[in-house]
């Protein structure tokens, strides 16, 4: 069974930085893709990052590149989004997500994605 797990949200203030990290289990196949999303109250799901496991080809959200970085470890099936200079506009549940296609390029689309962990909260204080 598929699982994905979320961890390291939290409070943080304004100008600080986060790392959350994402495991995934129970998956059988060596291509695949994670990405990270993130939902504030009101307002649709919005795409951060992704990267291909295979190529290591990272994508981000417009306006996120340069300030948030999502990185790979094969050896704990671990994904990791690096957040700095975080601003109140970044107050969202943060979302990881598994596509098990065969890609080069990871999705931004949330649909193309079909196992999702519980969110984890992070919110910046002004």
């Known amino acids: 069974q598929v699982q994905v797990a979320e961890s390291g949200g939290g409070l943080v203030q304004a100008g600080g930085s986060l790392r959350l990290s994402c495991l995934l289990s129970?998956?059988?196949?060596?291509?695949?893709?994670m990405g990270w999303f993130r939902q504030a109250p009101g307002t649709e799901r919005e795409f951060v990052a992704t990267v291909c496991w295979n190529t290591g080809i990272t994508r981000y959200g417009d306006s996120l590149k340069g300030r948030f970085t999502i990185a790979r470890d094969g050896a704990k099936n671990t994904v990791y989004l690096q957040m700095n200079s975080l601003t109140p506009e970044d107050t969202a549940v943060y979302s990881c997500?598994?596509?098990?296609?065969?890609?080069?390029?990871?999705?931004?689309?949330?649909?193309?994605?079909?196992?999702w962990g519980q969110g984890t909260q992070v919110t910046v204080s002004s």
């Open positions: 997500a598994a596509d098990l296609r065969f890609r080069l390029v990871g999705s931004t689309r949330s649909d193309d994605y079909d196992y």
């Open positions: 129970g998956h059988t196949v060596s291509s695949y893709n």
